[in-house]
Structure formats: structure tokens, C-alpha cells
């Protein structure tokens, strides 16, 4: 069973930065696409980001580009997110997770397993 677990989260003015962690048990780690996506309270879960099963092709939400940045470790069955100028509307619950497929995309639905989530929030 694979079982990803998210930690990094936390309180962050405005204009500062995070780094999120997914560390990953179970599995076939590097064989599979992975994703972050955060979800408000009273808002529907959004897209952020996904990564290719090398780590060579990624995807991004409009409200993140050029501000984050996912990347994996392979070896160390990781998957990171570096969310840099944070706005106060990312305040969020932050979750990664899997797709079993090489490549995956922006729809939550195409995600088989999914960790419990970090807590972020950037205060103004």
C-alpha cells in the first residue's frame, strides 16, 4: 500500500517561502506520477502541481506559477514543493498525491492515493 505523508507546513508572512516534503512508503515510487494540490476551507480541492515519473515534465496552477516548484527525489522516495513570494491566498491544506500512471494531470480523480495533508498559512 503506498502511503505518502506531507510535513513542511506551517505559519509564513506574506512574501516568504515553505518547502513541502511527501515522503513515501510502499509502492513503486519512482514509476509513478505525483502531484500537490491544497484545498481552503469551504472550497473546493485545487490543482497546484505534478511531476512525471522521471521528473522531467511538470505542470503547474495559474495561481502558482513562477512562484513553486515540484521536484522528486527518487532515491529517497520524496516529493518536494518549494512555494516561494507566498500570498495569503495559499493559505491552504496542502496534499500530494499519486497517480500509478508515468504521467498524470490536474484532475484530482486521476490520483490514486493521497497523504493527509500539511497545514499552511501566510499571514498578512
Known amino acids: 500500500q503506498v502511503q505518502p505523508m506531507e510535513s513542511g507546513g506551517g505559519l509564513v508572512q506574506a512574501g516568504g517561502s515553505l518547502r513541502l516534503s511527501c515522503v513515501v512508503s510502499?509502492?513503486?515510487?519512482?514509476?509513478?506520477?505525483w502531484g500537490w494540490f491544497r484545498q481552503a476551507p469551504g472550497k473546493d480541492r485545487e490543482f497546484v502541481a505534478t511531476i512525471d515519473w522521471r521528473g522531467e515534465s511538470t505542470v503547474y496552477g495559474d495561481s502558482v506559477k513562477g512562484r513553486f516548484t515540484i521536484s522528486r527525489d527518487n532515491a529517497e522516495n520524496t516529493v518536494y514543493l518549494q512555494m516561494n513570494q507566498l500570498k495569503v491566498e495559499d493559505t491552504a491544506l496542502y496534499y500530494c498525491?499519486?497517480?500509478?500512471?508515468?504521467?498524470?494531470?490536474?484532475?484530482?480523480?486521476?490520483?490514486?492515493?493521497w497523504g493527509q495533508g500539511t497545514q499552511v498559512i501566510v499571514s498578512s
Open positions: 510502499g509502492g513503486t515510487f519512482s514509476a509513478y506520477a
Open positions: 498525491a499519486a497517480d500509478r500512471s508515468p504521467v498524470s494531470g490536474t484532475s484530482r480523480w486521476e490520483y490514486d492515493y
